[in-house]
């Protein structure tokens, strides 16, 4: 049973956790580069990077939070 959940955990959850964090953080990225280059007087692009970079920090945490609960849990079952 040990020897499941390890795989599962090594060969699906990791890899999907990690393409998550790293799509989140393109999120982040792409709305600070919106941020940055919009005109100063485009208040409507500024705000739509604001709300990018908003929606990948949020996406950073809740992968963040995923990947501790996971150890946790591989730590609590000894996997």
């Known amino acids: 049973?040990?020897?499941?959940?390890?795989?599962?955990?090594?060969?699906?959850?990791?890899?999907?956790?990690?393409?998550?964090?790293?799509?989140?953080?393109?999120?982040?990225?792409?709305?600070?580069?919106?941020?940055i280059w919009v005109s100063t007087g485009d208040t409507v692009g500024r705000e739509t990077g604001k709300e990018h970079m908003r929606w990948g920090?949020?996406?950073?945490f809740i992968m963040a939070s995923f990947k501790g609960i996971i150890v946790i849990i591989k730590g609590t079952f000894g996997i």
Do not use: H, S, T
Request: aromatic share 16%; net charge negative.
């Open 57 to 60: 920090i949020i996406g950073l």
């Open 1 to 35: 049973m040990n020897n499941l959940l390890e795989a599962i955990v090594k060969e699906i959850l990791d890899p999907v956790i990690l393409l998550l964090f790293v799509l989140a953080a393109a999120y982040f990225f792409w709305g600070l580069a919106e941020f």
